[in-house]
């Protein structure tokens, strides 16, 4: 199992989240966070805003190619835009349902 983690732009990831459920991945947990990348901000006249708002999206699969590729082709807003966000994936070693105590997916 894989643990795949999205920051977008908070205006992209109700698309995104829209079509990975369209994709057969209907299981998103989504939160508000803060931060910034590489640019280190954004600089606008004299003023920089280093805690930019996004939204990561978390999703356990067993298979990521084609979820990447979704994220991918629905968060990014241009060719080289800063700012459209990362994906990282991590290993999951188990999950478990609280409410029935099964484990797996």
Do not use: W
Request: net charge neutral; aromatic share 6%.
């Amino acid at each position: 199992m894989l643990l795949v983690r999205a920051i977008v732009r908070p205006e992209k990831s109700g698309a995104v989240m829209s079509e990975l459920a369209a994709a057969g991945f209907p299981a998103i947990t989504k939160m508000d966070v803060f931060g910034r990348g590489k640019q280190k901000g954004i600089t606008v006249g004299e003023v920089t805003y280093d805690e930019i708002p996004k939204d990561m999206l978390l999703v356990v699969c067993n298979d990521k190619d084609d979820l990447v590729k979704i994220i991918i082709r629905t968060a990014r807003t241009g060719q080289g835009t800063f700012g459209d966000g990362r994906i990282f994936v991590s290993a999951v070693e188990s999950a478990y349902t609280i409410s029935t105590g099964a484990s797996g997916l």
